[in-house]
């Protein structure tokens, strides 16, 4: 139990454009899901969090105009690179909390890989 | 600030014999610290948190608030212990995991 899926999971495109990531919790229902940006060889960090229903949490010196984030349901959350640039292209991973038993574990979707050209 | 240190980013080791991953935090309160392990080509899961005191596939890890550390340990390592390690904290309340850097750990044979 506790599965996260994101989609797609390897995305390439052209400066300036959009792409869309979605999270979801397969067989729970996620009342915050976050969302995390992974360079290479370092360590996730935080971007956002989300509650369904609810505006975003931002992390300091995260942009929430070019990040934008949207909880609408309690299985589903996405994110919006908006006129991405290749300095976005990075490893985005979420995670979602509310699994019943231990109710603030992560569990974390596989992560999607953003190329910006 | 909440602060996680792994300073240890390469951990190599022979099958067998035992390991010791370090994580040492910063957190002015009681901290809730965790384990996340992420194997080649999957993603990252739950090793094991310090509230629960269980051990995992053999790992344990033990919450020292005199030494601000949670360091991971297991007696005897296997090869398919191979993999990136990462302590997180928890605290204040709040949801969010502030990670470590990661410790890549290998076993050989």
């Known amino acids: ?117 | 600030a909440q602060r996680v240190t792994q300073p240890e980013k390469l951990l190599s080791v022979f099958k067998g014999a035992p390991v010791e991953l370090k994580c040492n935090y910063s957190y002015s309160g009681s901290p809730e610290l965790f384990w996340y392990v992420q194997y080649s080509r999957q993603r990252l899961q739950l090793l094991l948190r310090h509230i629960s005191r269980e051990s995992i596939k053999g790992f344990t890890a033990d919450l020292n608030k005199g030494e601000t550390s949670f360091h991971l340990k297991k007696p005897f390592a296997q090869e398919e212990d191979s993999a990136m390690y990462y302590c997180a904290l928890q605290g204040g309340g709040s949801e969010k995991l502030v990670f470590g850097k990661g410790t890549k750990l290998t076993v050989n044979p």
Not at chain 1, 26 to 52: C, G, H, I, V
Not at chain 1, 86 to 113: H, K, M, N, V, W
Request: proline share 3%; charged share 15%.
């Open chain 1, 1 to 117: 139990g506790a599965v996260v899926s994101q989609h797609p999971s390897r995305v390439i495109c052209k400066s300036g454009t959009s792409v869309k990531i979605e999270c979801r919790s397969l067989d729970f229902q996620a009342t915050t899901m976050f969302w995390y940006r992974q360079f290479p060889k370092q360590s996730l960090m935080l971007m956002a969090t989300s509650n369904e229903g609810s505006k975003a949490t931002y992390e300091q010196g995260v942009e929430k105009d070019k990040f934008l984030i949207n909880h609408a349901s309690l299985t589903l959350s996405t994110l919006t690179v908006t006129s991405a640039h290749p300095e976005d292209s990075s490893f985005y991973i979420c995670s979602a909390s509310g699994a019943g038993g231990l109710a603030d574990t992560q569990y974390f979707g596989p992560g999607t890989r953003l190329t910006v050209l």
